[in-house]
Each structure stands twice: as structure tokens, then as C-alpha cells.
């Protein structure tokens, strides 16, 4: 509520500002219309501006709704159109996405391309298990598993539209995201990477590495869970474990 409650002062706020160009902290047009629409969600009603579930400044809510500040616009309008088609599958973003025009997906991925927003408030750090770590830097040839450096970025930080930035959401929408594709509920990624990707992770490696890709990026050890810290048990080979 308390959300809302914000959301709506900044519409007003913005609403009264807008005839008044030194105080908009947006200059270009384009991305100016692009404000309006995170602020006041555009064609889709005020109930759906982005910033109620995604945050003032694009950060997130630290949970399931992701970080949109930074997002390459390219990645962020195929999402949108993503959901509108029915391969990513989320009610309320199916809906606002069918509301928002062509113009108005392309102004909003340009404003939000631009922001520098401080991480969402309960995101956390990045927590790696050594096991984890092998997967997310180096991938598992064994099972054609590549890194997921090779595709999200040195520092996970985003690599253009099909490469996402992994660091900066977190654990939770990470694992979502992860499990959405391996079930088949999100799809149409051009050469079906992800949906390879997350059907090749263990059950038990999903969850570890979606935690150690979260976090800011630079975060560069991406640390050991502090229960985990211990030396890691090795499997007895007499055992045949
Ligand atoms: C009612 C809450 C809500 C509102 C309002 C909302 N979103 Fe979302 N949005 C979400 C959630 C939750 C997700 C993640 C859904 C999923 O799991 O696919 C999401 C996902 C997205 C994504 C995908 C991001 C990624 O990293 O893949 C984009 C882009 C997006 N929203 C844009 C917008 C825009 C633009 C607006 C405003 C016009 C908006 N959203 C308004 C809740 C919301
Ligand atoms: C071969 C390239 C490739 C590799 C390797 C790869 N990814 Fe991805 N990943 C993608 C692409 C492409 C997308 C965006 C798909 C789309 O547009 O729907 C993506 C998206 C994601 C997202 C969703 C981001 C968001 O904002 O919704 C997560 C989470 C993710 N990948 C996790 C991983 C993890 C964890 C690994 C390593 C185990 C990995 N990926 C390896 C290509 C790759």
C-alpha cells in the first residue's frame, strides 16, 4: 500500500513538473514520454504504472519483480512482446504489455536503459558454493553445460539484448526465471539457450546457482554462504557415492 501510496505522489509530483523543463531530470523526449509511463503507466492506467511493482527508480522490489534500471532496451521491448504472445507467462505484465504501443515499449526500454538505480533493499549479496561457482564461471563441459559468463557477461552484468544482466536481480527471481524455462512456461529466447541451460542443472545446482548470479556485480568473489563455508564433503569413494 505503502507503493501505491508512493506512486501516486510522484505522479502528481511529476504531473505538475512537467510544464517545467529544469526541473525534469530527463531531457530527451523520447525518454521523457518514457518517465510519464513509468510513472503513470501510460494507456495501461495508473494501477499499472511500473514503478507500484518495480520501484521509484526501476530498482525492483527485492523479491520477484525484477530490476528494470539498466536493462538493454532491445532485451526489455522482446520481453514485453514476450508476454503479449503468451511465452512468458505473468498476468499482470500480459496485460499491461498488451497496453502499451509499440512507441510506448520503446520510450519506457530507453528510460529505464539509462538509470542508475541503487540495488533493491533486501536483495542481498551474491552466495556461492564452490560447486556453484565452477558452473556459473566455468560450466560443465561434460554435459555441454556452458558458463553462464559466456552469455550474461564477465561479471554477469548484462552482455546486449541476449544477455541479460544476472547480477543485480536476485536469488528468488533468478530461481523463478530458471524454473519457468525448464517447465516449458517461458520460451521463444531465439535459440532456446535458457530452456538447455536450466533443464541440464541438477534440481539441487538450480537453486545454488541462481543465488551465486545474484547480487552486484561487483561483487567479484561471490562469497560463500556462511553455512556453507566449511570445506565441502567430499563423496566417499567406498561408498560409491
Ligand atoms: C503489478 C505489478 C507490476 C506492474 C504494475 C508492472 N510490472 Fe513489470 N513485472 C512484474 C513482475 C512480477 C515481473 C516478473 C514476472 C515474471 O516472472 O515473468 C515483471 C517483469 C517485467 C519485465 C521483464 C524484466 C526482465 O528482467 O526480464 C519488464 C521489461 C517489465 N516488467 C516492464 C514493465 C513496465 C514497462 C511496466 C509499466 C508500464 C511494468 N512492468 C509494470 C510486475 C509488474
Ligand atoms: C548460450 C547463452 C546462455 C547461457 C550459457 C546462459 N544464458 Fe541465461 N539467458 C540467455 C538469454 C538469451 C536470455 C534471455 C532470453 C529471452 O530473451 O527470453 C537469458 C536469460 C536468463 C535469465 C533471466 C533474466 C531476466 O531478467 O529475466 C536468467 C535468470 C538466466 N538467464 C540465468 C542463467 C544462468 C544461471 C546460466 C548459467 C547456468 C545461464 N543463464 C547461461 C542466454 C544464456
Known sequence: MGRVKNALFVMIAVTL????????????????SGEL???????????????VC???????????????????????VRQLELYEIG?????????????LSWDARNAAASYYADREAPPASDAGGPACTAAARRLVFSGDPSRNLPACTACHGRDLAGAGAAGP????????????????WRSGERYGDPQ???????RLLHERELQAVAACVAGPPDARDRREPRAASLPERRPDPRSGA
Open 17 to 32: 513538473s512537467t510544464g517545467c523543463t529544469d526541473t525534469a531530470p530527463v531531457a530527451d523526449p523520447f525518454e521523457r
Open 37 to 51: 509511463i513509468a510513472l503513470s503507466g501510460g494507456d495501461a492506467g495508473a494501477a499499472n504504472a511500473c514503478i
Open 54 to 76: 518495480h520501484g521509484i527508480e526501476g530498482e525492483g522490489d527485492g523479491k520477484l519483480t525484477p530490476r528494470l534500471a539498466g536493462l538493454d532496451p532491445g532485451y526489455f
Open 87 to 99: 511465452q512468458r507467462r505473468h498476468p499482470e505484465m500480459e496485460a499491461i504489455a498488451a497496453h
Open 165 to 180: 544482466p544476472l547480477a543485480w536481480q536476485t536469488a528468488a527471481y533468478n530461481e523463478s526465471q530458471l524454473r519457468a
Open 192 to 198: 532456446g539457450a535458457m530452456g538447455q541451460v536450466s
